[in-house]
């Protein structure tokens, strides 16, 4: 993958160590260009006269005159491109087999008859002589008819030949405790602002409450801020449990409390309380080897009573727990290692006893909660069996689950699931991506990120080649409840997925659908934006998408399915672009998924997009988005930019 000025300076590589001749596949290499008949269009028109390799020097120096030249003589560089044998024509098969390369460089695969129809659109839009071949004049003209189209074909050439670079930093990896805390504040608002003021205020009331008790008694200073530490830490050690109370949780969500607390991230809000925890405990032990190093004992400080042994195996079990706890471990497929490691949170209580005995009834309260929330789940769980398991394109698998007698839910909410023959202890969270309104199933979506998914994806592989029975038996843990589950009740939902991300957004269309269908209450308007990276990544969802959009007779849903993976305005995507729209236009349909809408191709501009949406509704919008943190922070900044509110999908 190479920018503009890496294409230059490869060909300069390449003249200085010989000006070596380069065929078609050479170019191809050298300049990463991933497209084949691009390059032998480079070397058809570069080269010299009879010669089927073109020399380095000289393909820069056209290339370089090209962009200094003006836009129509690049458009006339594009027409060349296409006119493979030089008869000052393009025909249908010309044509043809150009945009066919470009749907192979995005892996983009269309059915049988769809690449010669969008041919035939094309030239029922631009032949205008009907001679069955574009001439000079006609291709100018054709492009001058999309500004978007011909922008993209009279910029620099060195620019649209250059590969975009795929790979980018996620911009989660680069979010620090204060920008997470920020984005917070923003996502919830009023509700958000009063959680932080309120769980600031308790640390800090603890810590004073701490230090001047034992201010009182007469201590030093430095043990005063080991006590006032020690407080913080008394507190926390019932915050971190507290907050992954899910059962409890969920069912405050659906209360009065639900609007009045932030609980929709109550995992978010347990990592900062648990970094919390850990911060005050290293400054704990900071203040007492302080005090020892005052009065001369900090040689004895880790041996000289329980205290200090158990405070520094305190110490040690905590930074396993945290270490494994990071998000890097987390993506890393290991989910079992973070599983394990905050099993030690037993550990830890009970060490924690040994070391400070005033703490049993705080630890009393943590284990009354923590009783109440597993008896309530093992009472709730429920047995059942896998109807259907199927291995889709993309590393993702498709599970369809019994429904228990008596298990209801709604559209959004998530469930956890255990495969004994997978993993006898081992809970995994997946959205239900079928509608509550369908009966006698549920269906969950998965993509393989993890040792555990990737099992099951062998499984469904497995069964496939008929090495494994279709049913087995599924244990489920839910529902609980997520932003998506309340979703109904907001006027104009814009719903954003990306990836797997659209797993919720499955179930809440498919449910808006039925219940319009019986004259239920349903949102005025929702519009629905999917990113994907290829085209296989939408194959299983694209029928239900045409299934909403034929029944939606009032015009209630606005579908838009854009695929990353090709750029509109780069290389050979803008012939790809207008090809698809005037196939669209001629038949009504895109050739890709079979929505109305067109795909888009690369990601949308969010700014333009979301501004129109926030402009038609005003504060009766709402975004609610499932996927990377990356482009959470760049919707999340939109949103607050054009006014919409913005609610985010946790785990």
């Known amino acids: 993958m190479r920018s503009a000025s890496s294409i230059v300076d490869a060909l300069d590589a390449r003249a200085r160590a010989g000006d070596a001749p380069m065929d078609a596949l050479t170019v191809e290499s050298a300049l ?23 020399r380095p020097s000289a393909l820069r120096a056209g290339l370089e005159a090209l962009d200094a030249a003006s836009p129509d003589a690049r458009i006339d560089f594009v027409f060349d491109l296409f ?65 978007a189209l011909e922008a993209a074909l009279s910029g620099p050439v060195l620019s649209w030949l250059a590969a975009k670079t795929a790979a980018r930093a996620s911009a989660a990896s680069s979010r620090g405790p204060l920008r997470r805390a920020r984005a917070w504040l923003d996502e919830r608002g009023a509700p958000a602002i009063t959680a932080a003021v309120a769980y ?83 400054a704990h032990t900071v203040a007492h080897c302080a005090n020892y190093a005052r009065i001369g004992a900090l ?29 890097a471990v987390r993506r890393s497929g290991r989910f079992e290692a973070f599983r394990t490691a905050h099993k030690l949170a037993y550990v830890f209580y009970a060490v924690a006893l040994f070391h400070a005995p005033g703490l049993v009834p705080w630890v009393a309260v943590i284990a009354a909660l923590w009783a109440i929330e597993h008896l309530w789940r093992r009472r709730a769980l429920l047995r059942t069996r896998a109807l259907w398991i199927e291995p889709l394109p993309s590393g ?8 228990p007698k008596g298990f209801t839910f709604r559209a959004g909410d998530y469930v956890f699931v255990r495969v004994r023959a997978i993993a006898a202890d081992e809970w995994h969270p997946f959205t239900i991506s079928s509608a509550p ?112 959009e034929r029944e939606d007779a009032e015009g209630r849903f606005v579908l838009r399915v854009f695929v990353t993976s090709v ?41 333009r997009e979301l501004g129109a949406i926030a402009r038609d509704h005003g504060a009766d919008a709402c975004v609610y988005f499932c996927g990377p943190e990356g482009l959470a922070d760049s919707l999340r900044s939109v949103c607050a930019k054009v006014g919409i509110a913005f609610q985010q999908e946790h785990f």
């Open 32 to 54: 990463a260009l991933d497209d084949r008949a691009m390059a032998r269009g480079l070397v058809r028109i570069f080269a010299a006269a009879g010669e089927r390799a073109v």
């Open 83 to 147: 006119d493979e044998d030089r008869s000052g024509a393009i025909s249908p098969a010309e044509f043809s087999k150009l945009i066919d390369s470009a749907l192979g460089r995005a892996n983009l695969v269309l059915a049988r008859g769809w690449l010669d129809a969008m041919t035939e659109a094309v030239f029922a839009r631009a032949d205008r002589n009907a001679d069955r071949t574009l001439s000079r004049d006609e291709f100018r003209a054709f492009i001058a008819e999309d500004p």
């Open 200 to 282: 600031v205020s308790v640390t800090v009331a603890a810590f004073v409450y701490g230090a001047l008790q034992y201010r009182a008694r007469g201590a030093h200073e430095w043990v005063q801020l080991a006590r006032g530490f020690g407080r913080v830490i008394d507190v926390h050690l019932v915050l971190v449990v507290l907050l992954v109370l899910r059962r409890e949780w969920t069912a405050a969500r659906r209360t009065w409390a639900g609007r009045l607390v932030p609980i929709d991230d109550f995992v978010g809000a347990h990592r900062v309380a648990a970094w919390t925890m850990l911060a005050a405990s290293i």
């Open 299 to 327: 040689a004895t400080v880790w041996t000289g009573n329980v205290a200090s042994v158990t405070g520094l195996a305190l110490l040690l079990i905590f930074a396993v727990i945290a270490a494994f706890a990071r998000d």
């Open 396 to 403: 993702v698998t498709r599970l369809d689950i019994a429904t």
């Open 437 to 548: 309104e369908t009966q006698g199933a549920l269906t969950l979506h998965v993509r393989s990120v993890g040792n555990w998914t990737r099992a099951l994806n062998a499984l469904a592989r497995d069964r496939a080649a008929g090495a494994a029975a279709a049913q087995f038996d599924v244990e489920l843990d839910g529902p609980y409840g997520a932003p998506t589950s309340e979703l109904m009740d907001a006027k104009v939902p814009v719903l954003v997925g990306a990836g797997i991300g659209v797993t919720p957004f499955a179930s809440v269309l498919e449910s808006i659908r039925l219940r319009a269908r019986k004259g239920l209450p349903v949102p005025e308007r929702v519009y629905f934006f999917w990113l994907v990276r290829e085209q296989q990544s939408f194959e299983w969802f694209a029928e239900r998408l045409c299934t909403i």
């Open 567 to 607: 750029s509109a305005r780069d290389g050979a995507g803008p012939w790809l672009a207008a090809a698809l729209d005037a196939l669209r236009s001629r038949v009504g349909r895109d050739a890709l998924t079979g929505l109305r809408s067109a795909t888009g191709l690369a990601a949308p501009n969010w700014e």
